[in-house]
C-alpha cells in the first residue's frame, strides 16, 4: 500500500491533520463550540467556490475564508442561544450562497466541473500531490504547536472565564487565537473528510477522550491519538476496498464512538449493581 505515492501522500497529510483536529477539536467539545465548527464548514464551502469563481487557488481560498469566518464568529461576542441563533442564521445564508457559487462554477465550466464542489463537501485526500500534502502537513503541525503554545491559558479560560478574566488571562485574545486556530483546522480537514464530514475529525474523537478520562491533558493526547488512528484506518481500507475514504473515517470514528459510549454505560451499570448490593 506504502508503494504508491498518491497513499504515502495522503497518509503523512491525513496523520498531520488528524493531529490537529483531534487536539483542536477537544477544546471545541470543552466549550461547547460544535455548531461554530459546523458554520466553518459551510463557510469552507462557499469560501472556496467563491474564491474558485474569481480565479483564486482553492486551497487559499479555503484558509483565508474559514479564517476571517472565525474571526467574524469572535467578533459577534455573547454567549449561548443568541449567540448561536446568529450563527445560524448567518451561515444557512452563506450556505445557501455556496449552492449558488457551485451551480454557476458548473455552467460557466463544463458539467464535470461539479466535481470540485464534491471534493470540497466529501474530502478528496487520494488525490493531494506531494506539494499539497506537504503544505498540508505543515499546516497541520503548525496549528497542532499553536493549541499546545495557548493550551493552558485556553483551558483556564473554558473551564472558568470569570476567574481567569480576574487573574489577568487575557481571555478575548486567546478566544480569538482559539477560533482562529479552528478555522485553520477546518479548512485542512476539508482535504481529508470535505466541509459536511468534518465532525468526524473535531468531534467524535475528543467526545470518546473525555468521556474515557477527567485529565485534561491526557484527554488531549487520546482525542489527537484516536483522531490518527481513525484516518489513517480509514484510508488502508479504502485502499483495498473501492469506498471513498472519508466514508471509512466517518464509519471507524462513529463505530468506536458507539462501543465507547455502550462500554461507558455497561461498567456504570455494573458500579451502580456493586454500590446497591453493598
Not at 168 to 175: G, K
Amino acid at each position: 500500500m506504502l508503494a504508491a505515492d498518491f497513499m504515502r501522500n495522503a497518509f503523512s497529510a491525513g496523520g498531520c491533520i488528524a493531529l490537529a483536529a483531534g487536539l483542536v477539536g477537544y477544546f471545541v467539545v470543552l466549550r461547547n463550540q460544535v455548531f461554530t465548527s459546523d458554520a466553518l464548514g459551510h463557510v469552507a464551502f462557499t469560501g472556496g467556490l467563491g474564491g474558485v469563481l474569481l480565479g483564486a487557488p482553492l486551497l487559499l481560498a479555503v484558509f483565508s475564508s474559514t479564517v476571517g469566518g472565525a474571526l467574524a464568529i469572535g467578533s459577534l461576542g455573547g454567549r449561548g442561544r443568541g449567540r448561536d441563533v446568529a450563527i445560524g442564521t448567518v451561515f444557512a445564508w452563506v450556505l445557501g450562497l455556496g449552492v449558488l457559487f457551485l451551480s454557476l462554477y458548473t455552467t460557466s465550466r463544463s458539467a464535470g466541473a461539479g466535481n470540485l464542489g464534491i471534493s470540497v463537501l466529501f474530502g478528496s485526500i487520494l488525490s493531494l500531490q506531494a506539494q499539497p500534502a506537504a503544505i498540508a502537513s505543515i499546516a497541520g503541525i503548525a496549528t497542532s504547536l499553536g493549541l499546545l503554545a495557548i493550551s493552558r491559558p485556553l483551558l483556564f479560560a473554558s473551564v472558568d472565564p470569570d476567574v481567569a478574566t480576574a487573574r489577568a488571562v487575557p481571555v478575548r485574545l486567546v478566544t480569538l487565537a482559539f477560533l482562529v486556530l479552528v478555522g485553520l483546522t477546518v479548512a485542512e480537514s476539508v482535504q481529508a473528510v470535505g466541509a459536511l464530514l468534518i465532525f468526524g475529525l473535531l468531534v467524535t474523537p475528543a467526545a470518546i477522550a473525555q468521556n474515557a478520562t477527567v485529565n485534561p491533558f491526557a484527554g488531549m493526547a487520546l482525542s489527537a491519538l484516536l483522531a490518527v488512528i481513525f484516518v489513517w484506518v480509514g484510508l488502508g481500507l479504502s485502499f483495498y476496498i473501492s469506498y471513498p475514504p472519508s466514508f471509512f473515517i466517518i464509519a471507524v470514528s462513529f463505530a468506536t464512538y458507539v462501543a465507547a459510549t455502550l462500554a461507558t454505560r455497561v461498567r456504570a451499570g455494573s458500579l451502580g449493581s456493586t454500590v446497591e448490593g453493598r
